[in-house]
């Protein structure tokens, strides 16, 4: 395959910026959204954190930004950002950046990737919860998959359900804390071709139990369950 044909068969980030709907006001709009997407996504990929980490990225690399698609000579500033991300559908934001990692970097997922939930920090006022996400991690790649939203009234491994379809599971090995050691879970995962290695706790009490019961029992240099060869041993006699 040639290099032309793989550039045509996994577009760029730009290019899948291109198709997201513009929410601002195109009166003295002085960067395209796709540009300034992919100088986000760039910059956050590369380890920016904040917005001013972003604008400065931006700012430092006058070259990339040409190639980013940026026509104005004066790189964004951060308050172009900030209402950018205020008014920004940030579910189709995270869609085209999964679609371009799973295209560019699907083949490095296995073997394995990780379940885990965090509540934004800061993200609590008063009464209000804090906004809790679940995503799916990978290690290989130094970087969270995607991500979704959990509802207050809904268990993590609820949620887990619907964020395990989102990823390529074929051949994968799922991780996770004793929360998702839930039966459908595990069903969810074989059903889409994975393996799972999931934290057994004393919340699943009858699980536990087996499992210590099924390593405790005694095992003859053979390989045979001593208590087992006691067993047909009585029947013979």
Not at 91 to 105: G, N, P, Q, V, Y
Not at 153 to 158: G, L, S
Not at 160 to 180: Q, S, Y
């Amino acid at each position: 395959m040639s290099a032309n044909t793989t550039a045509e068969a996994h577009p760029s980030l730009y290019e899948l910026f291109l198709d997201l709907s513009d929410p601002r006001n195109p009166q003295g709009m002085r960067h395209s959204l796709a540009a300034l997407l992919t100088l986000a996504a760039t910059a956050i990929l590369s380890g920016a954190k904040t917005l001013t980490d972003i604008a400065q990225f931006g700012r430092r690399r006058k070259k990339l930004l040409k190639a980013m698609g940026f026509t104005h000579k004066k790189s964004p500033c951060i308050s172009t950002f900030h209402y950018l991300f205020k008014e920004l559908n940030a579910s189709a934001f995270e869609a085209a950046l999964l679609e371009w990692l799973l295209a560019h970097h699907g083949h490095t997922l296995n073997p394995e990737v990780h379940l885990d939930g965090k509540t934004l920090r800061g993200s609590k006022r008063g009464e209000i919860p804090g906004v809790h996400l679940l995503a799916v991690y990978s290690e290989k790649l130094g970087s969270a998959l995607t991500e979704i939203p959990v509802d207050a009234k809904t268990n993590e491994h609820k949620a887990a359900l619907k964020l395990l379809r989102l990823i390529p599971m074929e051949g994968v090995l799922v991780t996770g804390d004793a929360m998702f050691a839930q039966r459908e879970v595990s069903k969810e995962i074989i059903d889409l071709g994975g393996d799972y290695l999931l934290t057994v706790k004393d919340n699943q009490p009858s699980l536990k139990q087996a499992i210590l019961d099924a390593f405790d029992a005694p095992v003859s240099p053979s390989g045979e369950s001593v208590a087992a060869g006691r067993h047909a041993e009585s029947h013979d006699a």
